[in-house]
């Protein structure tokens, strides 16, 4: 069993060289050639179609991820001004994770259900995060996956594929997404936009990434203190 693991987690870290070196590749080329100039003015310029575009971006982003969430969502926010992207990403994010859950519910539950395992093999922390909602029923489920989307270091697609095979209920689930998916998307706008012009934002990105720091370590504090609190009531 040990070797047959071995085996496959050389194997996933061959295909994460090559995907990386690819990714690395062609984000070079874009940019030499000068396209990533040309197609946002080409978006900008072709009014509702260009929101459609964006739109559907941020569906395909949410189903197959190809870059950071934030950078495609200041990427929308720069071309269309700031609450128009918000609008088509938070759209675009909602879709792509109904599409998800469909899929996971109903489609396609025994592909799924074979990817999220080997994902789980591979990253056992992500285990917590399927017991949560596995566990939850009723109410508790729409509480607990609004939570889980308020934490933007966790893969929204795990929540999505996880609610879909889990059979949370839809309303629970549209309702968490909604409610979830708008501060984050609106906060992930708005720091992918101030990369996108990292020169004229770069005060305030330091900010931004100190803040953010602080809140993990406070984030982790808390699991800490909370592990030796529940031990010492074990003993």
Known sequence: ?????????????????????????????????????????????????????????????TVIPFVPFALLAGFNASIHG??????????????????????????????????????????????????????????????????????????ASIIDITSGLSRVRLSAFVAATILGQGPMVALESYVGHRILHFQSHQRELFFIAGGSLLVLLLYWAILYWRKGWVHRLRR
């Open 1 to 61: 069993m040990q070797k047959v693991r071995d085996g496959a987690s050389r194997v996933r870290m061959v295909r994460l060289v090559l995907a990386t070196t690819l990714i690395v590749a062609g984000v070079a080329t874009l940019y030499t050639s000068g396209v990533w100039r040309f197609i946002p003015r080409v978006i900008s310029q072709s009014g509702v179609y260009g929101i459609l575009i964006s739109y559907a971006l941020v569906v395909l982003q």
């Open 82 to 155: 700031f609450w128009m992207g918000y609008l088509s990403t938070w759209a675009g994010a909602f879709t792509g994770s109904m599409i998800l859950y469909y899929l996971s519910s109903r489609l396609m539950t025994v592909y799924f259900r074979r990817k999220l395992d080997g994902l789980l093999l591979s990253h056992p922390k992500l285990l917590a995060l399927e017991e949560k909602i596995v566990n939850s029923r009723g109410f508790s489920s729409f509480f607990v996956i609004l939570m889980l989307r308020m934490q933007p270091w966790l893969p």
